[in-house]
């Protein structure tokens, strides 16, 4: 009896599973659909993508991520930022969409990581056959700065002008063209101008070569510190790619550090006949404020501050349109060459940075102590440990406050430079160079302004 008791009881059981498992009423996908996102916060760092908790993909300024590919249900899609000094990253924005099978959706983040605005494009998948040769682009507005003003863009191909009414898109912020537009591999330029007004020109870049099979978005974003231009138009790619588009009227720019003690002053010539210097009496430490240059390869000369008998510096590097450019010098005992540092200066709102060099030649490896105001770096352990000389660092960034640095050869605790105070907030970008001095055995730290 207990034997039938226990068989009926499974089969009970087994019977309400495959009942419940047949009308589950849980929806099924029916076919895929595919997400990107965009990062238009100019003050932003790289922002955390994620659909439900699962992260898709890191999202810098002026990018947009991977298209992704999903079943056709509904997700919630987050967008974190990590605040420099916290241990946990904070949630900005969330967006709902219930997927349709075929479509691709954009999710667009704009304002500022405090408050952030999230706009959601739609548009139809796209497979480009491999015999195509063509590209599709739609177009858009991003640009904080011209929020306020509705553009025209025009989309020709180089030497074709601009001709009022035959704009590829009338577009107010935040919008996009309804639907993409096929294009034949070429060489276009894209021309900005107030809505109806084709004579307000208010951005045109340089000739660009767009290569087929491509799904594409064009829009202007507002230029970083990093821009030499204040408005810069991007090519965002559905693989994740994205290119500048350069703007003539906004060169490149070069400045010039000495941060080579022997080779002393110097003059600095760009033709090897050393007939006009571009600069002259550069001395050890010496960094020029930003000059205009025109974008391509250079020929640099340092020869002794008013003699033309030796050269002591011959370097090639090439400049790239819109990019600050930072020419170093560097070495000792006649042997010295140059780094070509494009400098990060972007500001976040959600740390102050700082750029670090070191172009010592008595220290191949330091530590850098970032302790409070007044303290010992005693019981600290070093912010960066092992710097290495002459190499260049990317930006770091770290919590805004009042602080003492100091550095000390590597793994040692001997102080060689600092105290120097320094005092920052949110947003706050500085370069911080440590030099040789007349003693072997002691660093000098400067701070300069990021210009």
Same mark, same amino acid.
């Given at each position: 009896?207990?034997?039938?008791?226990?068989?009926?009881?499974?089969?009970? !059981?087994?019977?309400?599973?495959?009942?419940?498992?047949?009308?589950?009423?849980?929806?099924?996908?029916?076919?895929?659909?595919?997400?990107?996102?965009?990062?238009?916060?100019?003050?932003?760092?790289?922002?955390?993508?994620?659909?439900?908790?699962?992260?898709?993909?890191?999202? !810098?300024?002026?990018?947009?991520?991977?298209?992704?590919?999903?079943?056709?249900?509904?997700?919630?899609?987050?967008?974190?930022?990590?605040?420099?000094? *916290?241990?946990?990253?904070?949630?900005?924005?969330?967006? #709902?969409?219930?997927? &349709?099978?075929?479509?691709?959706?954009?999710?667009?983040?704009?304002?500022?990581?405090?408050?952030?605005?999230?706009?959601?494009?739609?548009? !139809?998948?796209?497979?480009?056959?491999?015999?195509?040769?063509?590209?599709?682009?739609?177009?858009?507005?991003?640009?904080?700065?011209?929020?306020?003003?509705?553009?025209?863009?025009?989309?020709?191909?180089?030497?074709?002008?601009?001709?009022?009414?035959?704009?590829?898109?009338?577009?107010?912020?935040?919008?996009?063209?309804?639907?993409?537009?096929?294009?034949?591999?070429?060489?276009?330029?894209?021309?900005?101008?107030?809505?109806?007004?084709?004579?307000?020109?208010?951005?045109?870049?340089?000739?660009?070569?767009?290569?087929?099979?491509?799904?594409? &978005?064009?829009?202007?974003?507002?230029?970083?510190?990093?821009?030499?231009?204040?408005?810069?138009?991007?090519?965002? #790619?559905?693989?994740?790619?994205?290119?500048?588009?350069?703007?003539?009227?906004?060169?490149?720019?070069?400045?010039?550090?000495?941060?080579?003690? *022997?080779?002393?002053?110097?003059?600095?010539?760009?033709?090897?006949?050393?007939?006009?210097?571009?600069?002259?009496?550069?001395?050890?430490?010496?960094?020029?404020?930003?000059?205009?240059?025109?974008?391509?390869?250079?020929?640099?000369?340092?020869?002794?501050?008013?003699?033309?008998?030796?050269?002591?510096?011959?370097?090639?590097?090439?400049?790239?349109?819109?990019?600050?450019?930072?020419?170093?010098?560097?070495?000792?005992?006649?042997?010295?060459?140059?780094?070509?540092?494009?400098? *990060?200066?972007?500001?976040?709102?959600?740390? !102050?940075?700082?750029?670090?060099?070191?172009?010592?030649? #008595?220290?191949?490896?330091?530590?850098?102590?970032?302790?409070?105001?007044?303290?010992?770096?005693?019981?600290?352990?070093?912010? &960066?440990?092992?710097?290495?000389?002459?190499?260049?660092?990317?930006?770091?960034?770290?919590?805004?406050?009042?602080?003492?640095?100091?550095?000390?050869?590597?793994?040692?605790?001997?102080?060689?430079?600092?105290?120097?105070?320094?005092?920052?907030?949110?947003?706050?970008?500085?370069?911080?160079?440590?030099?040789?001095?007349?003693?072997?055995?002691?660093?000098?730290?400067?701070?300069?302004?990021?210009?």
């Amino acid at each position: 009896m207990i034997k039938r008791i226990a068989v009926f009881a499974a089969l009970a !059981a087994t019977s309400l599973l495959v009942a419940c498992s047949g009308d589950s009423g849980l929806p099924e996908a029916t076919g895929k659909a595919t997400i990107s996102a965009v990062n238009a916060m100019s003050g932003s760092p790289a922002v955390n993508f994620l659909i439900e908790e699962r992260q898709l993909s890191s999202i !810098a300024y002026k990018s947009m991520s991977v298209a992704d590919s999903w079943d056709d249900l509904e997700f919630t899609f987050n967008f974190d930022v990590l605040f420099t000094g *916290d241990s946990q990253f904070t949630r900005i924005a969330s967006r #709902n969409i219930d997927f &349709i099978a075929g479509q691709h959706y954009t999710l667009l983040a704009t304002g500022t990581v405090a408050n952030p605005t999230l706009t959601l494009w739609e548009t !139809a998948e796209r497979e480009f056959d491999t015999a195509e040769t063509v590209f599709q682009s739609r177009f858009a507005h991003t640009s904080d700065t011209w929020s306020a003003t509705n553009i025209d863009v025009y989309f020709a191909l180089e030497g074709v002008a601009p001709v009022q009414g035959e704009q590829v898109a009338t577009l107010a912020f935040g919008e996009i063209t309804t639907a993409p537009v096929d294009f034949e591999t070429g060489t276009y330029v894209v021309t900005i101008t107030t809505a109806g007004d084709v004579t307000d020109i208010l951005y045109q870049s340089l000739p660009s070569t767009l290569v087929a099979r491509t799904d594409l &978005i064009v829009s202007p974003f507002d230029g970083d510190e990093n821009d030499t231009s204040p408005i810069v138009v991007r090519v965002l #790619n559905t693989l994740g790619g994205a290119a500048t588009l350069a703007n003539p009227l906004f060169p490149p720019t070069v400045q010039f550090l000495n941060a080579a003690q *022997d080779m002393g002053n110097t003059d600095v010539y760009d033709d090897v006949a050393l007939t006009t210097p571009v600069l002259t009496g550069h001395d050890f430490r010496q960094l020029t404020p930003p000059s205009p240059i025109a974008a391509g390869d250079y020929n640099y000369l340092y020869t002794p501050a008013n003699e033309t008998t030796a050269v002591l510096l011959d370097t090639n590097f090439n400049v790239l349109a819109g990019i600050n450019h930072r020419i170093v010098a560097i070495g000792a005992g006649g042997e010295y060459s140059t780094l070509n540092i494009a400098q *990060d200066k972007r500001s976040f709102d959600t740390s !102050a940075r700082f750029n670090f060099f070191v172009s010592s030649n #008595n220290f191949e490896f330091v530590d850098l102590y970032v302790v409070n105001r007044g303290d010992s770096i005693d019981g600290n352990f070093p912010f &960066i440990s092992g710097v290495v000389s002459r190499i260049i660092n990317p930006a770091i960034d770290f919590a805004p406050g009042n602080f003492d640095l100091y550095l000390t050869n590597f793994a040692e605790t001997d102080i060689v430079a600092g105290p120097i105070s320094i005092d920052m907030a949110l947003g706050d970008v500085i370069d911080l160079l440590a030099f040789d001095t007349a003693d072997p055995a002691v660093l000098e730290m400067l701070v300069f302004p990021t210009p």
